[in-house]
C-alpha cells in the first residue's frame, strides 16, 4: 500500500473509484440517476486538476496497491485550526484492507502539519458503515445537518475529531 499526493494522471481512475464506492455505499437511499448528477458535479474532471494544481491548503491524496489507485481522501483547510475532510472513498473491492485509515492518517498528519488541530467531516445518516468506520477513528457526532444530492435533501451527522 502506498499513500501520495494525487495528480492529474490519477483523475479518471479517482472518478471511477468515486462512481463504485457511491453505487455500493448509498444505493439504500440515492437512485442510480441522484448518484450520476451528482458525482458528475463533484468530480467534473477539469475542476479535480485545477484544484490539483492551484489549490492551496487543498489535498487530494491516492491510496495504491500494486500502482493502480484503489482509494482516495480530500481535505482543506477551512479554519487556522480546523481542516474539512470532503471525501474518502475506497473501491468496494478493496473495503476492509486499511486503505481508508491510511489515507485518513496521512490527510491528519498533512493538516496538523499546516495547524489543523480539529479534522471535521460529514457522513449521510444512512450510511451505517461509514459512520461507523469514522467513529471506530476516533470521530464523535457533534450534530446533523441537511445536504442536498441532486434534489433531494438527505440528513448527514456532523464528525469531528481532535488531531
Known sequence: MHVREATAADVPRIREVAQEAWQAAYAAFLTPGQCRRALDDLYDPEALERAIDELDGFHLLVAEREDEVVAFASAEMTWADEAELYALYVHPDHWGEGFGSALLDAVA???????????????????????????????????????????????????EKRL
Do not use: I, W
Open 109 to 159: 498528519e498533512r493538516v496538523a502539519d499546516e495547524g489543523a488541530d480539529r479534522l471535521a467531516c460529514s457522513v449521510f445518516v444512512e450510511n451505517y458503515a461509514g459512520v461507523a468506520f469514522f467513529e471506530s477513528q476516533g470521530f464523535e457526532r457533534l450534530g446533523e445537518a441537511r445536504t442536498e444530492v441532486a434534489g433531494s435533501l438527505h440528513e448527514e451527522h456532523e464528525l
